[in-house]
């Protein structure tokens, strides 16, 4: 099975900022990488698919970039409603494993 | 508009049986595979299988192969994961997903996403 390395595992952020998460794949996975956001109690929802392509109304401060075994989702201007849990996927082979996932408080 | 609309919360002793559903509409349903995505309390998202519904051609995930069992009905657009034998480790949320794809087969992902069921197993 290919392995995701989410990191950080946690971070504390702040309403405007810009904030960083990274995904990590055990063996290069070309572009087929994925970014979903989960808030508690809720399914979780497609942001951005194929590693840069932001899913249709997700909003473009969600960004994400990377290829091979290191990809990167970017959120720019931090506002409210982005504190959530993010969690990478790779969809490259079977199983289509996720990362461990990231928590983005307030700080 | 797409939706998956998945079966009520299950409360299930030990060694029961049980099938959970997901229903999807606003799309031709034949067309998409579906998943099966589950997460304890807590705990992250963990990818159990897919199946498409147009054969019933189903992938496990390697961890699970033998636990489970996914099924889908496409006369009625409803995929189901069914247990035999239910252990207290089976208590999570399961959530059914759509895998949708572009360009090759290797750029796929979950597009849409049911509520979940959560499935409770107590003695």
């Known amino acids: 099975d290919i392995q995701m390395t989410q990191s950080p595992s946690s971070l504390s952020a702040s309403v405007g900022d810009r904030v960083t998460v990274t995904c990590r794949a055990s063996q290069s996975i070309s572009s087929s990488l994925n970014w979903y956001q989960q808030k508690p109690g809720k399914a979780p929802k497609l942001l951005i698919y194929a590693a840069t392509i932001l899913q249709s109304g997700v909003p473009s401060r969600f960004t994400g970039s990377g290829s091979g075994t290191d990809f990167t989702l970017t959120i720019s201007n931090l506002q409210p409603e982005d504190f959530a849990t993010y969690y990478c996927q790779q969809s490259y082979n079977a199983p289509l494993t996720f990362g461990g996932g990231t928590n983005m408080e307030i700080k | 508009e797409v939706q998956l609309v998945q079966s009520g919360g299950e409360v299930k002793k030990p060694g029961e049986s049980l099938k959970i559903s997901c229903k999807g509409s606003?799309?031709?349903?034949?067309?998409?595979?579906i998943g099966w995505v589950r997460q304890m309390p807590g705990k992250d998202l963990e990818w159990m299988g897919i199946i498409n519904p147009g054969d019933s051609d189903t992938r496990y995930s390697p961890s699970l192969q033998g636990q489970v069992t996914i099924s889908v009905d496409k006369s009625i657009d409803s995929a189901y994961l069914q247990w035999s034998s239910l252990k207290a480790s089976d208590t999570a949320k399961y959530y059914c997903?759509?895998?949708?794809?572009?360009?090759?087969?290797?750029?796929?992902?979950?597009?849409?996403w049911g509520p979940g069921t959560l499935v409770t197993v107590s003695s």
């Open positions: 606003g799309y031709t349903f034949a067309s998409y595979w």
């Open positions: 997903a759509r895998l949708d794809s572009t360009g090759w087969y290797g750029l796929r992902y979950f597009d849409y």
